[in-house]
């Protein structure tokens, strides 16, 4: 089956947004963005924002590389079910997170991520329900 030409800016625009959300907690390592204003403004200290922030930058890696082997830009390394078992524990994961971006404290996460992880959890479920095979375009 080849992949639907609906299908490919889906994935397109998923990994998009991981880039940009990577720039992003990139900035707030520079210190270009405060870190108040994530992680519900919980964080104290520079140390505790720079171990929170690399994490996060490594999950999304993590997350662009299987999307690269969901749409096949990437050979496989994992089977189809395993890459849909990591994707369905992401799709949770960002409905859990616009679930706790809802009761955030600050405003900027209430408006700015609230609807990014609702956007990527939807575009997530729409991603692993589709069979993929090798792009030729």
Same mark, same amino acid.
């Given at each position: 089956?080849?992949?639907?030409?609906?299908?490919?800016?889906?994935?397109?625009?998923?990994?998009?947004?991981?880039?940009?959300?990577?720039?992003?907690?990139?900035?707030?390592?520079?210190?270009?963005?405060? *870190?108040? @204003? @994530?992680?519900?403004? /919980?964080? /104290?200290?520079?140390?505790?924002?720079?171990?929170?922030?690399?994490?996060?930058?490594?999950?999304?890696?993590?997350?662009?590389?299987?999307?690269? $082997?969901?749409?096949? *830009?990437?050979?496989?390394?994992?089977?189809? /079910?395993?890459?849909?078992? $990591?994707?369905?524990?992401?799709?949770?994961?960002?409905?859990?997170?616009?679930?706790?971006?809802?009761?955030? /404290?600050?405003?900027?996460?209430?408006?700015?991520?609230?609807?990014?992880?609702?956007?990527?959890?939807?575009?997530?479920? $729409?991603?692993?329900?589709?069979? *993929?095979?090798?792009?030729?375009?």
């Amino acid at each position: 089956m080849m992949i639907e030409k609906s299908q490919k800016p889906i994935l397109k625009i998923m990994i998009g947004l991981l880039i940009t959300v990577i720039l992003f907690h990139i900035s707030i390592i520079a210190q270009i963005i405060p *870190y108040n @204003v @994530v992680w519900a403004g /919980k964080m /104290k200290t520079v140390k505790e924002m720079r171990v929170f922030e690399t994490a996060s930058i490594l999950i999304n890696i993590f997350l662009v590389f299987i999307l690269l $082997i969901k749409g096949r *830009y990437l050979k496989p390394t994992f089977s189809e /079910k395993i890459l849909n078992g $990591i994707l369905w524990l992401f799709v949770f994961v960002f409905v859990i997170n616009t679930i706790g971006n809802l009761l955030a /404290k600050t405003l900027f996460e209430k408006a700015v991520f609230t609807p990014l992880t609702l956007i990527s959890a939807i575009l997530l479920w $729409i991603i692993v329900r589709t069979k *993929y095979e090798a792009i030729n375009t």
